[in-house]
Nanobody, 127 residues
Framework: VRLVESGGGSVQTGGSLRPSCTIS????????MGWFRQAPGQEREGVAT???????YYADSVKGRFTISQDNAKNTLDLQMNSLKPEDTAMYYC??????????????????????WGQGTQVTVSS
């Protein structure tokens, strides 16, 4: 199974981007899926996750600006990013667990338990 991200880029503050993750298998067994990011010199963090029942969870720093969604017909996981800020600059990765995660892992956007990760797509926001 492969996850391939696309759709990153460079924008100015206030701009929008929509990274997309194409998954090489059906999303019906994808478990918890999510978008994570890592800025230079910082730890990877969970940005947004979506659980099997469609419930979505967001980091406080992106609530109201980012929206995670999945398209089961296209096998894609998207992240609509609006009102971007320079502090959103990072490499963005998608991931899928393909299994049940321990209670709270998906809701709290924990890094552990994901069976597959993409290679990342760079998002740069300039002031």
């Amino acid at each position: 199974v492969r996850l391939v991200e696309s759709g990153g880029g460079s924008v100015q503050t206030g701009g929008s981007l929509r990274p997309s993750c194409t998954i090489s298998t059906s999303l019906s067994d994808s478990g918890c899926m999510g978008w994570f990011r890592q800025a230079p010199g910082q730890e990877r963090e969970g940005v947004a996750t979506i659980d099997r029942d469609g419930s979505a969870y967001y980091a406080d720093s992106v609530k109201g600006r980012f929206t995670i969604s999945q398209d089961n017909a296209k096998n894609t996981l998207d992240l609509q990013m609006n009102s971007l800020k320079p502090e959103d600059t990072a490499m963005y990765y998608c991931a899928a667990s393909f299994a049940f995660l321990p209670r709270g892992y998906c809701q709290n956007r924990k890094l552990e338990g994901y069976a597959r990760w993409g290679q990342g797509t760079q998002v740069t926001v300039s002031s």
